[in-house]
């Protein structure tokens, strides 16, 4: 039987590239890397893998040999204008000019509401979740905060710091059904032995907030929010929202998206970004899915249990769960 630590590390290799995560890039290229293109079409991503700045145009890419404060390129000259932070504004590949893309606020993303959150959290609250029939396991939510006192707890719907700008929950918690609580914490002590612990931003999710997150979003972005009509595995206790924390330092490990962020950046598969932000984001779905979660096609973020169909539409609010 392996131990825990040579579980860890059988994990942690088995990545297509790096054993270990790879260096960060030089200083002078962070503020170059991100999405170029008007906000609703992205034209270019500067990214870096393997040392190296790559352009991905389109579907194409080409590597971005420095030359003086610019680079070359097969698509010919590469020019970034930057701020006196060195940040890039826009960058110009040939004859074309790209503005760089702004997608979050101070790290987080935001969006507006198409209503008003306290007006659709009043109706949501008044509403009925939809009938399932069928047979169920009872509910077993255990609180994870509980299980194991090195997993770490940032749940940003219970207070300002998410999509919407507002709190949604009345407390800052979070409960997964017992087989999914279990298995999660049994992947924390995998990453742990790596020099990782899980960092919680949701679990369990009453009906009626996916419902106010539903009404609050643009059509054009329901991609990232559950449809109430058919309730959503967070509501069934069996989703999580998470990251990775670096145990020597407490500090969330950088990803190439931010959480809850509706862009494409958020993609499981999203090439843009470091090689380093990737080993981590692909390291945290390895030991995920070795655990029996599956990750949402649209959030690197959000991992499912395989048992979720097992388990109900819950509605209660965190303040009516009685956990022993």
Not at 210 to 236: I, K, L, M, Y
Not at 245 to 250: A, E, K, L, P
Request: net charge neutral; hydrophobic share 35%.
């Amino acid at each position: 039987m392996r131990t825990r630590a040579a579980l860890a590390a059988l994990v942690v290799c088995a990545g297509p590239q790096h054993p270990s995560p790879p260096p960060p890039p030089p200083a002078a290229w962070r503020g170059l890397i991100g999405e170029y293109g008007p906000d609703s079409l992205t034209r270019v991503i500067i990214l870096e893998r393997d040392g190296a700045l790559i352009a991905r145009i389109d579907s194409a890419e080409s590597r971005l040999n420095p030359s003086g404060d610019d680079f070359g390129s097969s698509a010919g000259p590469v020019r970034f204008a930057r701020d006196r932070d060195g940040r890039a504004t826009s960058v110009a590949i040939g004859d074309s000019l790209w503005p760089i893309r702004r997608t979050d606020e101070n790290g987080q993303f935001r969006i507006v509401p198409v209503r008003p959150v306290e007006e659709l959290r009043r109706e949501a609250l008044a509403a009925t979740p939809p009938s399932e029939p069928g047979e169920f396991r009872e509910s077993d939510l255990l609180e994870l905060a509980g299980l194991d006192s090195t997993i770490k707890l940032d749940i940003r719907y219970a207070g300002s710091r998410n999509f919407l700008g507002v709190p949604v929950y009345t407390q800052a918690r979070a409960f997964l059904q017992r087989p999914a609580a279990e298995a999660l914490v049994r992947a924390h002590r995998v990453l742990e032995a790596a020099g990782y612990g899980l960092l919680i931003h949701d679990g369990y999710r009453p009906w009626y907030v996916t419902r106010v997150f539903w009404d609050a979003t643009p059509p054009a972005q329901h991609e990232f929010v559950a449809d109430p009509a058919t309730g959503s595995r967070h509501n069934r206790g069996c989703a999580v929202d998470l990251t990775l924390y670096d145990i020597r330092t407490g500090a969330p490990v950088e990803m190439p998206g931010g959480y809850d962020e509706f862009s494409r950046r958020s993609y499981p598969d999203y090439p843009g970004g470091t090689s380093r932000q990737r080993w981590h984001r692909d390291l945290l779905r390895r030991v995920m899915e070795a655990e029996g979660f599956t990750v949402y096609p649209a959030e690197w973020w959000h991992f499912d249990y395989r048992d979720w169909r097992s388990y109900r539409i819950g509605n209660r609010r965190f303040e009516e769960l009685r956990i022993p």
